[in-house]
């Protein structure tokens, strides 16, 4: 009876201990956000965690502030040197290629019957980049069948009239909400596209034996778009989570920030349902992709592709995402007490 009696208070103790335990948890900081993400990063998603976990320097008196979303984001200013930016393209899997430039990228899917661009970059790198990388690459540009912009900023969409334009029969690709920014517009360098195709939740674009799947993903923009789509690497199928965008402002309001950590959510799970284990991106910075492309084109036989990183990579990459993306939403309401 006696050791009954002590079992029973023994887990009753644990019981309250746990309880207590439970109770005394302190709410989440910046600073613990902050480390969480740092260790989730490791070093697949540096460039993701400095991008979004790091405060841009405070802007001098009397100077324009740029937000985290902003930055890169707005109309192209006066061309820079095409030092700064070209990059030659890169065949990264059997039907994936890079056709970007260093900080910024744009992607050739290829299928059976035509192939899928995604990104048309700044207005004055699309001729060389992306039609002119499709040629250096060996791959007819008149087979494009569709041209994907993830969301309207410039540095992705900038080349859109330029593609829709030299490319015959092209559709070109925006969410709903993107078209209608575009739409509005009356400042683009490159050109104003022509309303086409817009991209819903779970559209599927196929071309022959590849096909890419829609993900709304409102938040960086109202109309941004993710995509899900399988690639063979050495005739390996290789899952791929596309973030259509990640960049964030850092003195955004509370809806903005729970919009985009909803919609963050969302394609993690889609993600996971997926089965991805290859994560990309639009900026280099944040996949590492002007590097990890020409190590994949340079492989010797039997290495493994640098972009697969595993289901546990890309739930880190998830997991950067939110945690500096919740320390921007306390630092920011703590900025207005």
């Not at 078209?179 to 309303?195: E, I, L, Q």
């Not at 005739?235 to 919009?259: E, H, Q, S």
Request: glycine share 12%.
């Amino acid at each position: 009876m006696k050791l009954r009696t002590l079992a029973l208070g023994l887990t009753l103790a644990i019981a309250a201990g746990m309880i207590i335990t439970r109770a005394q948890t302190p709410p989440a900081t910046v600073d613990g956000l902050v480390s969480a993400a740092k260790v989730a990063a490791g070093t697949d998603w540096s460039g993701t965690f400095t991008r979004l976990c790091i405060p841009p320097p405070a802007a001098p008196s009397g100077a324009a502030r740029g937000g985290g979303a902003g930055r890169g984001n707005a109309a192209a200013p006066a061309t820079p040197p095409r030092e700064r930016w070209h990059a030659e393209p890169a065949k990264v899997a059997d039907n994936l290629y890079f056709i970007g430039e260093k900080d910024h990228s744009s992607w050739a899917l290829v299928g059976s019957q035509g192939i899928i661009v995604i990104e048309a970059l700044f207005h004055y790198a699309v001729a060389d980049e992306v039609t002119g990388g499709l040629k250096k690459l060996g791959l007819d540009a008149n087979k494009v069948k569709y041209a994907v912009m993830s969301h309207a900023h410039g540095d992705h969409d900038g080349g859109a009239a330029y593609l829709q334009d030299s490319i015959p029969g092209v559709r070109l690709v925006y969410g709903a909400a993107d078209w209608d920014a575009v739409d509005k517009s009356t400042n683009r360098p490159g050109g104003k596209p022509k309303h086409d195709l817009v991209g819903t939740d779970g559209m599927t674009l196929s071309v022959g034996d590849a096909s890419m799947k829609l993900v709304a993903m409102p938040g960086h923009t109202a109309g941004t778009l993710s995509y899900l789509f399988e690639i063979k690497d050495n005739g390996k199928p290789l899952r791929v989570v596309y973030v259509g965008g990640t960049a964030i402002p850092f003195n955004g309001t509370p809806d903005y920030y729970d919009t985009y950590l909803a919609s963050s959510k969302k394609v993690a799970s889609a993600a996971a349902a997926y089965g991805a284990t290859v994560l990309l991106s639009n900026h280099t910075e944040f996949d590492n992709a002007y590097y990890k492309a020409h190590t994949a084109a340079n492989r010797k036989p039997g290495e493994p592709n640098p972009f697969e990183v595993g289901k546990d990579g890309v739930a880190r990459y998830f997991t950067v995402v939110g945690d500096c993306t919740t320390a921007a939403k306390l630092r920011a309401a703590n900025a207005k007490m």
